[in-house]
């Protein structure tokens, strides 16, 4: 009888542990889902508690500051599952979406030229299509988006089952397949302010389709903590 009396105890306190773990992942914000689901590992949510504590302050600032520059979780980046119903193939899903990005850049900056262009010249240039910004706050800007150059096509794989499991061309973590980082406009207008990039990012992501993200590190010339732009919103990495 004891040793059925100490496995009961033990199967309980499995069964607690699964609670607690299946209630964890539950709470967790939709941002850190959507990191999770691209391979991120080093980001997490902080409490209301934990940012009451930090004098309104995010912890993660600090914490993404001692990666390495370079580091998937340090830099600006997309990430996207584009359902494989869109698209035939790789090379066709990356025509797609070089399209999708050009069309919703220049929803979002209606007073700009803006066009997909493609550099000439010399083969060892390592992004060469990218999206040229006439705009006058920025005059001759450019996004650089490698994910949507010829020759760097997503990966094959699963949507995260928040957004519905299915078949996808995936686009996020670095590499030579699906690279997902940014750079350039808005963060080359110098005359911009941070709410007027954040402004932008809110327009471009909500004209984007709603199975991109767009991932944002502590910046200066944006937050002083991750956050996530999708559909229109900003989310925070907060339970």
Known sequence: MKIVH?????LAALGAAAAQARDSEASSSEALMVVRAAGFKVIHDVTPKEL?????????????????????????RFLAWMP???A?????????????WTTAVGQSLPAAHVELKQREGD??????????VDAPECAGCMILAPGIDVGR???????????GSTGSYVWGP????????????????????????????????GNLPSWVYIYIPPDSKFFSEPVVF???RVLRFVQ
Not at 56 to 70: K, R
Not at 153 to 163: D, N, R
């Open 230 to 232: 999708n559909t229109g």
């Open 52 to 76: 009451e504590a930090a004098g309104g302050t995010s912890p993660l600032g600090p914490l993404l500051a001692a990666l390495p520059a370079d580091h998937m979780e340090n830099s600006p």
């Open 84 to 86: 494989d119903d869109l």
């Open 153 to 163: 096509q997503p990966k094959t794989g699963k949507q995260p089952e928040f957004l």
């Open 88 to 100: 035939a193939s790789p090379k066709a899903a990356t025509e797609w979406f070089a399209k999708a």
């Open 123 to 132: 083969q060892k240039i390592e992004v060469r299509r990218y999206i040229a």
């Open 6 to 10: 100490s496995l009961l105890l033990i």
């Open 174 to 205: 670095p590499g030579q397949r699906g690279e997902g980082s940014l750079d350039g406009y808005p963060w080359t207008a110098e005359t911009l302010t941070n709410a007027e990039r954040v402004d932008f990012m809110r327009r471009l992501s």
